[in-house]
């Protein structure tokens, strides 16, 4: 059986900054993804807007994953693609085994550490509450832009788009680019998804943009006609008498991702009901020593610097792992949810070192402070969206301050 220090599970910017790193380091990696090539969802994302702090240019998602890619290959890092991993067994800290299926066959693996950058699924038409017929022509917002971007399909020429995140917005300009007609994007918030930049889209194509209101009901034969939409009050109820039909030949719902952690759940690993990702240290080290977790495994970041970045750091915790037979004990300062935060990670740090946290709002302000009050600071923010992800750098000798936990709250100045 083949032996690494560090198996990294995903091909995508996490997976392939952690692997890169890894080997940078001196440590011997593998890395292993399901699809048949490498970039995760990155060879679809045709658009411009990445790479603006990780190479310090404006990249379209292609040119993100060749660069990625290309460092891979030239550091020689081994990797195997149609390579879906089965299972994960944890036998001790510095013995794993990684169990996984390729065109060649069935191999087993043993690593010291595991790197996951598995990413992250779609939410699906069923569970967002959407009934009626089974028909053709709906779509998760991913489906679409593969069929699109990647074999040049059109998925369909009336469309509504359910969801005003960033991957809506993007795909609402692509259909519309494409000659369809988007004829209304139906968001369940009283307030868009997405960056400030993407809502400019439904302007510059004119295309409506139906906030409190969702889509429960599709109907057709054979394929999409026709889609049911209902406005709905504060608490998310329908409106009686709200209800309205917009005929259709395709959905596109893009309601949403959530980490992909099944695996990790089978072995035992603490997951945060608030990211659906896995709880971690500043290592981006799991509850069981030895997983590391980097991108949207971790929590659904909205750039994917960030991403990289957090695989390059799990890459670095892998060297500090093996090197020391582990992760040195120490008295972790816990970092918890205050006002107006939906949701932070990592979820403990060490105080030796600098962190970055990166936190979501749960509802939209201005003139806004951003306040540990353990530690007393303060960082005045003109606007929070919870679209827009926060990344706060703390200081080794501010973690110090703390006793026992940071609570991180985001109020008005």
Not at 160 to 170: E, K, N, Q
Not at 295 to 316: C, F, M, P, R
Not at 337 to 347: D, E, T, W, Y
Request: aromatic letters at 8%.
């Amino acid at each position: 059986m083949l032996s690494y220090d560090v198996v990294v599970i995903g091909g995508g910017p996490a997976g392939m900054a952690a692997a890169a790193k890894a080997k940078e380091l001196g440590l011997n990696v593998l890395l292993l993804d399901e699809n048949d090539y490498l970039g995760g969802i990155l060879p679809q994302c045709i658009h411009p807007g990445f790479g603006l702090h990780y190479f310090k240019e404006e990249l379209t998602g292609p040119e993100f994953a060749s660069r990625l890619a290309k460092r891979l290959v030239e550091l020689g890092v081994e990797y195997r693609t149609a390579a879906r991993v089965l299972e994960i067994k944890n036998y001790s800290d510095l013995e794993k085994v990684v169990i996984f299926t390729s065109p060649a066959g069935v191999y087993q693996v043993w690593a010291k550490a595991i790197i996951y950058a598995a990413g992250a699924r779609e939410r699906h038409a069923f569970e967002i509450g959407i009934v009626g017929d089974r028909v053709a022509g709906i779509y998760t917002a991913g489906e679409a832009q593969t069929l699109m971007d990647i074999y040049g399909v059109l998925p369909g020429k009336e469309v509504v788009i359910v969801g005003s995140g960033d991957v809506g917005l993007i795909m609402a300009r692509r259909f519309a680019l494409e000659g369809a007609k988007v004829k209304a994007v139906v968001e369940l918030m009283p307030y868009p998804g997405g960056l400030a930049r993407n809502v400019m889209i439904l302007r510059d194509f004119n295309i409506p943009l139906y906030l409190s209101h969702k889509v429960v009901e599709v109907r057709g034969k054979g394929r999409v006609q026709r889609v049911r939409v209902v406005k709905v009050d504060e608490n998310f109820n329908e409106i009686p008498g709200s209800e309205f039909w917009i005929e259709v030949d395709t959905l596109v719902i893009s309601a949403g991702l959530i980490p992909s952690v099944k695996k990790l759940k089978k072995i035992g690993v603490e997951i945060d009901p608030a990211t659906g990702g896995p709880v971690v240290n500043d290592r981006l080290e799991t509850s069981v020593p030895g997983i590391f977790v980097a991108g949207n495994s971790l929590l659904i970041n909205d750039l994917v610097d960030y991403v990289a970045e957090q695989g390059e750091l799990a890459a670095k915790s892998a060297k500090e792992f093996i090197e020391n037979g582990g992760i040195e004990s120490r008295k972790w300062v816990k970092v918890e949810k205050g006002q107006n935060v939906r949701l932070i990670a990592p979820h403990y740090l060490g105080g030796d070192r600098d962190v970055y946290l990166y936190l979501r709002v749960a509802r939209p302000m201005e003139n806004v402070e951003l306040r540990i009050p353990e530690i007393g600071k303060k960082l005045r923010l003109p606007v929070v969206k919870p679209a827009e992800m926060i990344r706060l750098k703390l200081r080794a000798e501010e973690i110090q301050k703390a006793s026992e936990r940071l609570t991180v709250e985001v109020v008005r100045a």
